[in-house]
């Protein structure tokens, strides 16, 4: 959800050519962030526990994390 705010304000920005909406999809990053880290990302390790911290661990936070190679 909060990829998809970013990604319209950004498209915004591009479509109509301005640097104001760039900005402000730097500083909703920011707030997003802020939040995510701050309250969300807490409340969720509280609730789910080690099942949340294993998933934390397996994906990226904004970017999927790429497919690690097996131990040989």
Excluded: D
Excluded at 15 to 27: E, G, H, N, S, W
Excluded at 41 to 47: A, K, W
């Amino acid at each position: 959800m909060y990829l998809g705010v970013l990604t319209v304000v950004l498209g915004w920005a591009a479509f109509f050519q301005t640097a104001t909406l760039a900005l402000y999809a730097v500083f909703l990053f920011g707030c997003f962030h802020t939040f995510i880290r701050l309250y969300e990302e807490p409340f969720l390790t509280r609730e789910f526990g080690n099942e949340y911290s294993e998933y934390t661990a397996a994906v990226g936070r904004w970017l999927p994390k790429l497919p690690q190679e097996p131990a040989a």
